[in-house]
């Protein structure tokens, strides 16, 4: 028996989120959707396919009408239209009509171009997203935000679209590298900072067993971030308002991730970007001194950086300006009145943004 929640769409039961640690469950998920009479095509990756491609086409053999497999080479850099281009005609190629499936079997990349595939093919067909990394259990399967990367921008076309099934194993969390672990983590402890101080004093307790990777704190872990997540998407799906909060860190993030040309990992950025935005809160008086310093310390056990080399804070204070995060001329900034509670907000300056850079940028002493 796994663990679900359902999310809602315009108030409305939409879909579930499954959890488990192990795929003994999917099948009955997927029957439940009907797949007995359909054509199934998982899309994956090419470090995913030899992990789990096999296995979740054997887990599909016998129990739908054809099953298939479409592979893309790793990579944010293959997140682009030429990717769906290759899924549209693989599909054709297929036969794939409006009442097939496809599921995302891999992290965020793939989740967010198979869901961009789903939501056009053929008007729209139906999807279902099994995220083996944390960063897509935590944070980008759930909610709906589909579409690829466009001329540099991140995310810069795209589609809310919602899929039929969210099916959590985090017993693949097992296997994950290091890097991209903690790089999930980091968008875990951000939902705990912008919503819900409780779980953020929980991570803290439980630091050694999560970095040991105990399967029991992992799904508690997972489950109750999904939760703080399914409030925010619920009550505002497509970002008019406080789905906003989610980009909480993301704003400095985000600009740090493209100065340093996608060499660190989007949590690594988040981790810094959420550092900075804490220094900004501490120095809005919102936050004390010691809240600040217990905030930007707790990501160092997670393997995260909490300050880094060799940036311009010039050029990356002109990147966040360059971020969908813009309304206008001002920056909707994600600050927190306190743990647990975030707000958005247009007042800061450019000279706060180079202030928390200063804050976070590492340079070594020489003497
Ligand atoms: N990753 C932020 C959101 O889903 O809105």
Redesign the pocket.
Known sequence: MCDRINILYEKKPCYDIVFSKDFHGLVKELTDLGIKDRKVCIITDSNVSSLYGDEIMRILDGNCKKNVLFTFPAGEENKTLDTIKDIYTFLIQEKFDRKDLLIALGGGVTGDITGFAASTYLRGIDFVQIPTTLLAQA??S??G?TGVDFDGYKNMVGAFYMPKLVYMNVGVLKTLDDRQFFSGFA?IMKHGLIKDGMFYEWLLEHMYEICDRDMDTLLEMVERSCNI?KL??EKDPT?KGD??L??FG?TIGHAIEKYKNFTLTHGECVALGAVAAAFISWKHEWLSKDEYYEIRDMFVPFNLPISIEDIDPQEILKLTKSDKKMEGDSIKFVLLKKVGKAVIDRTVTDDDILNALSEIHYIEDCE
């Open positions: 944070d980008s759930i909610g935000k968008e997540k925010v998407v970002e789905r906003a989610l980009n993301h």
